[in-house]
């Protein structure tokens, strides 16, 4: 149950119904929502009377919230959660497009693909700089010079900054150049680090775990909002099925309209991790707008065929560039731009 407080609401009032709620053995968490107190009840306490928490002083609304994840449903919040990073309202009609390398490897690098995504129409540049590799071998990322090399490229084009961060300890360091903290499929589930970036209130860009349903998704965003940081785009990027000899993952287009019913955060496809096949990036990219998506995040680079990490599935600057006018068409076709 969540319990909306009036926006005159006392602190003794407050103070009352948080004690009322507890008596009953629930753990209360408070939270502010455009200056009005949400109490929101966790735990297993003894049933409360909704009726009677609504006839006290100062609470204006309470509701009953049958999902696991309570700040994330549309039952909390029914109309859109929109916000805006440079030029780009997320969650606007407008798509965000997140482009760039999979990692920065190079000051050339990096500038080319940010001003070629950029001259094609992305709003963000993508980037990593600490990667997240299944093998302890492959290449891990520039660490903080591939942030300042981020940064640089930022100055270079506007485009603000979607970077990966891994640990904890790393949310500082890394928020001092990124606009946008991604949280990686495999981080999805690494509790601190959902706490820390929900306590930093960066945005953040949290990516589908592999074998997460779409609950577990609405779960570790349920972390974050927490904290009172609600600047979350949810990322499908495919989960892992069964075929893995043709495709690398399974991009689960049907989430997005899922998750559009049952959360008013904006979401991000990832075409790019969820197919893993260069050429069919593009396909998986129009089938995600035409779904709903509210923007992609693709990876690009000056020559895939040389890219130290995710080269397969990266598209050139050329091939992304034609991309770009088709994700137009498809856009305008149901209403939206980018
Ligand atoms: C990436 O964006 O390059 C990445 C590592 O993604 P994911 O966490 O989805 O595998
Ligand atoms: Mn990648």
Redesign the pocket.
């Known amino acids: 149950m969540i319990i909306l407080m009036h926006p005159e609401a006392t602190p003794v009032e407050i103070d009352n119904v948080i004690a009322t709620v507890e008596a009953r053995g629930w753990q209360t968490h408070c939270s502010s929502k455009s200056g009005q107190m949400v109490i929101g009840l966790q735990g297993e306490g003894q049933p409360i009377d909704p009726f009677h928490l609504g006839q006290m002083p100062g609470v204006l609304e309470t509701m009953d919230i049958s999902q696991k994840y309570k700040l994330g449903s549309r039952d909390f919040r029914p109309e859109d959660t929109t916000f805006t990073i440079g030029d780009v309202t997320i969650g606007s009609k407008q798509l965000a497009i997140i482009a760039g390398p999979?990692?920065v490897e190079s000051r050339e690098q990096l500038l080319e693909t940010a001003h070629a995504v950029k001259e094609a129409g992305a709003t963000f540049l993508?980037g990593?700089a600490f990667?997240?590799r299944s093998s302890p071998y492959s290449f891990q990322g520039l660490g903080e010079a591939g942030l300042k090399l981020l940064a640089e490229a930022r100055e270079a084009t506007g485009l603000p900054v979607v970077t990966?961060v891994m640990s904890p300890d790393r949310v500082p360091l890394v928020s001092i150049y990124a606009d946008v903290l991604?949280i990686?499929?495999?981080?999805m589930q690494n509790f601190d680090l959902l706490n820390a970036v929900g306590r930093s209130h960066k945005p953040v860009l949290l990516?589908r775990g592999?074998s997460a349903t779409v609950e577990d998704l609405m779960m570790a965003a349920e972390y974050i909002l927490a904290h009172g940081n609600s600047r979350i785009m949810l990322?499908e990027?495919?989960i892992r099925t069964f075929d893995q000899k043709y495709t690398r993952n399974t991009f689960d287009v049907m989430a997005i309209p899922m998750l559009q019913e049952i959360t008013h955060l904006p979401i991000i496809a990832?075409p790019?991790?969820g197919i893993g096949v260069r050429r069919h990036v593009g396909a998986i990219s129009l089938a995600a707008v035409a779904a709903g998506a509210d923007g992609l995040?693709i990876?690009a680079h000056p020559n895939p065929d040389r890219a130290l990490?995710?080269g397969d599935q990266s598209l050139t600057l050329e091939q992304f560039q034609t991309l770009m006018k088709q994700i137009k068409i498809v856009a305008e076709t149901i209403g939206r731009s980018c």
Do not use: L, V
């Not at 990686?184 to 981080?187: D, F, K, Q």
């Open positions: 999979c990692s993508r990593g990667k997240p990966e991604q990686g499929a495999r981080n990516k592999m990322c990027r495919g990832d790019s991790h995040i990876e990490s995710d």
